[in-house]
């Protein structure tokens, strides 16, 4: 919710599953050492990819119905119980899919699966001990700084949150955060993320700021000046709702090379037919016979009732049931083979594609539509993952069965524990403040409420986002600097700069992955304190 930084957390855990193995067991290093990091990051990495779709997805109910949100959250064993049971019933089709699509993906095609790649070499990796002890003495150095800033017991803080960058600035817009978090992550994503972030800070203060208070200036004026926020979101709803209609624009020509590609109609009725198959009564049963697992009557009944009786509590029409799990299959397939190519699940897109259609043709609530997006997350998140731990456990030579029942195991775990982590995240820390920004949320929420906005502003965004499309800038990357707080995006910056200066790049992160994990169990280690007081 904070970073937008995502799914992908199993090197981390990697790393850290192979430090404590290398500590109750020095002497295993071979096979068997290899196999239980296999597993290991199976169960551990589906509890990150769904978390993330969550996270990405479900705060947009607060932007939406901040009320109806605070409300749900006001019962703890309610809100855990119902998010939980939704999630699971959502990861269960997901893994169904993850299951179906896996004879294709990986034994029929040549699809690249970098992030496989990335996993299994730091498996292989584990023999060497300075990758570990750079983990261990990141994790410490970020939780020194963290109670040094936040204090622990009866320990009082003794660093400021807070650092003042510029004495002739105003603390509150230049200054620098104190949460090694940020310098992590700026050390791994690099300067391409980090720039297009740089630029939106810019634009608050070169852009923004100017076109909401023109009418000070000039005696003709499109529009009295507004609230900083309500100008800034209104102008960030343009970009975002301009690059939704560019993207459509791109379709017909995307077709046309698709026809082409595939060998004209039959070449793509030839594809159409592969998808089907993988979905018809003698491929399961085929999978069932390969597997032994039960997969039609276990996996999907199961699923779909649980979906059902969800969607039914929600008040779903049958046809938005039908139509949200059908559109839901046909993105995360397609979200699966992204991923799989690219190493990037784009879960925005692809929640979109069903999102936008849902909300047309059967009027859903926010509530409604907010919940569609978390199942198509859960859905692609579950699958996706699932492919990479089968091409991990192919590299290692690890069974799929053996990594199916971890990835289950991991996903039961999941969904027993997201809901009460989710409420202890969100009642910790407030949704919107510079600590839980959740900028994808309020992205989503804006696409929704866009035709709600001063228009004139809305389309001073969308030039805005045109330019930056025109300059090869991502205009998605400046919208999060223009939502950040000014704070974060300097320690992003701040770990950028540390990488731009490091001569060998990879020596590094295995220390900054551990600042990463380090400083993310201390934020746990903050709730559960704060939850106990």
């Given at each position: 919710?904070?970073t937008?930084?995502?799914?992908?957390?199993?090197?981390?855990?990697?790393?850290?599953a192979g430090t404590?193995y290398?500590?109750f067991?020095?002497g295993?290093?071979?096979?068997g050492f290899?196999?239980?990091?296999?597993?290991?990051?199976a169960i551990?990495?589906?509890g990150?990819s769904v978390a993330?779709?969550?996270g990405?997805s479900?705060t947009?109910?607060?932007?939406?119905?901040?009320?109806?949100?605070?409300?749900?959250?006001?019962?703890?064993?309610?809100?855990?119980?119902?998010?939980?049971?939704?999630?699971l019933g959502?990861?269960l089709?997901?893994s169904w899919?993850?299951?179906?699509?896996?004879?294709t993906v990986i034994r029929?095609s040549a699809l690249s699966?970098?992030?496989?790649?990335v996993?299994?070499e730091?498996?292989a990796?584990?023999?060497?001990k300075?990758?570990?002890?750079?983990l261990?003495i990141g994790?410490?150095?970020a939780?020194?700084?963290g109670?040094?800033?936040d204090?622990?017991?009866s320990?009082k803080?003794f660093?400021q949150?807070?650092?003042q960058?510029?004495s002739?600035?105003s603390a509150?817009?230049?200054?620098?955060d104190?949460m090694?978090?940020?310098?992590s992550?700026g050390?791994?994503?690099g300067?391409?993320?980090?720039?297009?972030?740089?630029?939106?800070?810019?634009s608050?203060?070169?852009v923004?700021?100017?076109?909401n208070?023109h009418?000070r200036?000039f005696?003709y004026?499109?529009?009295?000046p507004l609230r900083?926020?309500d100008?800034t979101?209104?102008f960030?709803?343009?970009?975002?709702l301009?690059?939704?209609?560019?993207?459509?624009?791109n379709?017909?020509?995307?077709l046309?090379k698709a026809?082409?590609s595939?060998?004209?109609?039959?070449g793509?009725w030839?594809?159409?037919?592969?998808f089907?198959?993988?979905?018809?009564?003698?491929?399961?049963h085929q999978?069932?016979?390969k597997s032994?697992?039960?997969?039609?009557s276990?996996?999907?009944l199961v699923?779909l009732c649980?979906?059902?009786a969800?969607?039914w509590?929600?008040?779903?029409?049958p046809?938005g049931?039908f139509?949200?799990?059908?559109?839901?299959?046909l993105?995360?397939y397609?979200?699966?083979?992204?991923?799989?190519r690219?190493?990037?699940?784009?879960?925005?897109r692809?929640?979109t594609?069903?999102?936008?259609?849902l909300?047309?043709?059967?009027?859903?609530?926010?509530?409604?539509?907010?919940?569609a997006?978390?199942?198509?997350?859960?859905v692609?998140?579950?699958?996706?993952?699932?492919l990479?731990?089968?091409?991990v456990a192919?590299?290692?030579g690890?069974?799929h069965d053996?990594?199916?029942?971890?990835?289950l195991?991991?996903?039961?775990?999941?969904s027993?524990c997201v809901?009460?982590l989710f409420?202890l995240?969100?009642?910790?820390?407030e949704?919107?403040?510079p600590?839980l920004?959740?900028?994808?949320?309020?992205?989503?929420?804006?696409?929704?409420?866009?035709?709600?906005?001063n228009y004139v502003?809305?389309?001073?965004?969308?030039?805005?986002?045109?330019?930056?499309?025109f300059?090869r800038?991502n205009?998605?990357l400046?919208?999060?600097?223009?939502?950040?707080p000014?704070?974060m995006?300097i320690?992003?910056?701040?770990?950028?700069g540390?990488?731009?200066?490091a001569?060998?790049?990879?020596t590094?992160?295995?220390f900054?992955?551990?600042?990463?994990?380090?400083?993310?169990?201390w934020?746990f280690?903050?709730m559960?304190t704060?939850?106990?007081?």
């Amino acid at each position: 919710m904070t970073t937008g930084i995502g799914p992908w957390f199993a090197p981390t855990i990697v790393l850290v599953a192979g430090t404590i193995y290398r500590f109750f067991y020095k002497g295993e290093k071979g096979a068997g050492f290899s196999s239980s990091l296999v597993l290991t990051q199976a169960i551990g990495s589906v509890g990150g990819s769904v978390a993330t779709a969550i996270g990405f997805s479900l705060t947009t109910l607060y932007f939406l119905e901040k009320d109806l949100f605070l409300h749900w959250i006001s019962s703890p064993y309610y809100f855990s119980f119902s998010l939980g049971f939704f999630t699971l019933g959502a990861g269960l089709l997901g893994s169904w899919l993850g299951r179906v699509m896996k004879d294709t993906v990986i034994r029929k095609s040549a699809l690249s699966f970098p992030v496989s790649t990335v996993i299994y070499e730091s498996i292989a990796s584990q023999s060497q001990k300075s990758g570990a002890g750079q983990l261990a003495i990141g994790a410490f150095f970020a939780a020194l700084i963290g109670v040094a800033r936040d204090g622990f017991l009866s320990l009082k803080p003794f660093i400021q949150k807070r650092i003042q960058v510029f004495s002739f600035l105003s603390a509150k817009h230049f200054s620098i955060d104190t949460m090694p978090i940020y310098w992590s992550i700026g050390y791994l994503a690099g300067p391409m993320i980090v720039t297009p972030l740089i630029v939106g800070l810019v634009s608050k203060y070169l852009v923004v700021w100017p076109l909401n208070n023109h009418a000070r200036f000039f005696p003709y004026a499109l529009f009295q000046p507004l609230r900083s926020i309500d100008f800034t979101l209104a102008f960030c709803s343009g970009i975002v709702l301009v690059l939704a209609l560019v993207s459509l624009k791109n379709y017909p020509l995307m077709l046309i090379k698709a026809l082409r590609s595939y060998g004209g109609v039959s070449g793509v009725w030839r594809n159409i037919s592969g998808f089907f198959k993988d979905f018809s009564f003698k491929a399961l049963h085929q999978n069932r016979e390969k597997s032994g697992a039960k997969v039609w009557s276990g996996e999907l009944l199961v699923a779909l009732c649980m979906i059902i009786a969800s969607l039914w509590y929600l008040d779903f029409s049958p046809v938005g049931m039908f139509l949200l799990i059908a559109m839901t299959l046909l993105a995360d397939y397609q979200l699966a083979l992204f991923a799989a190519r690219t190493g990037l699940a784009t879960y925005g897109r692809f929640m979109t594609f069903v999102m936008i259609p849902l909300l047309l043709l059967c009027r859903t609530s926010d509530m409604q539509t907010t919940l569609a997006c978390v199942f198509v997350g859960v859905v692609g998140a579950v699958a996706a993952n699932l492919l990479f731990s089968y091409k991990v456990a192919d590299h290692a030579g690890v069974s799929h069965d053996h990594v199916h029942k971890a990835h289950l195991l991991g996903l039961v775990a999941s969904s027993l524990c997201v809901g009460l982590l989710f409420w202890l995240i969100v009642t910790s820390f407030e949704i919107g403040s510079p600590s839980l920004v959740a900028h994808r949320g309020l992205t989503r929420a804006l696409l929704l409420q866009s035709f709600n906005f001063n228009y004139v502003v809305l389309l001073m965004g969308g030039m805005f986002g045109l330019l930056l499309r025109f300059v090869r800038i991502n205009p998605m990357l400046v919208f999060g600097g223009l939502v950040m707080p000014n704070s974060m995006i300097i320690g992003l910056a701040i770990g950028a700069g540390i990488r731009g200066l490091a001569q060998k790049v990879e020596t590094y992160v295995p220390f900054w992955s551990g600042v990463f994990a380090g400083y993310s169990l201390w934020m746990f280690v903050v709730m559960l304190t704060a939850l106990w007081r």
